[in-house]
């Protein structure tokens, strides 16, 4: 069964939402500018959290020290890579910080699957482009790809189901689990219920 992952989450409503429906991972964004969240306002939330329910930091090209600290103190235990980081990044990366390593990815040809199939992180994540964008890319693109994979890039209530077809390790939404600019949990229920329910 794949697992699910909700992203960019920014309240103590959206914690309440996760708890209740228990989605995999949830996803605290420290980038852009719609969903990002401070590391102060990351810590409240997190202290918040489901002890089941992971915490993936979503970054891009951030201060490595950054990274350390938050996953030092508790407040991430998985990281999410999202911008331009290469090798030498996550080597130096996984010098100070011992937590699994989700690399994203723009999937739009041959050559970025190849990057994607190359990278030493724990996991890749197959994604339309910048992040959170609600977009989606071509997922046939995915059958070239002979690693575990998240899924990501504007999968909805509407679209998981074709998602899950493609037995990704796991599916990632933000934009679909939003109403307004903000989570919506009846989405969130459905969604997690979507990838449930499936044999
Ligand atoms: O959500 C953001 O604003 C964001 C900003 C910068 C980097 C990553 C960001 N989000 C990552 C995600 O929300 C998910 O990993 C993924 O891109 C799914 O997004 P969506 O297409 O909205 O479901």
Redesign the pocket.
Known sequence: MSKI?I??LTRPEDIQAVNRWQPDYI?L?F??????VTPAQARTLRAALHPAITAVG???NAPIELIRQLWREGTIQWV?L??QEDEAYIRALRACVRAPIIQ?FSLQSRADVQRLQASSADLV?A??????????FDWSWTAYIQRPY?L?????CQTIQEALRLRPYAV???????TGGHKEEKKIQALVQCVRRRP
């Open positions: 992952k992203c960019g996803g964004v980038a852009g500018r719609k969903r990002r979503v970054f891009v999410q999202h911008g994203a994540l994604d339309h482009g910048g992040g959170g964008s609600g977009r989606r998240i990501a890039g504007g999968i909805t990632d939404i933000s934009s679909g689990a939003e």
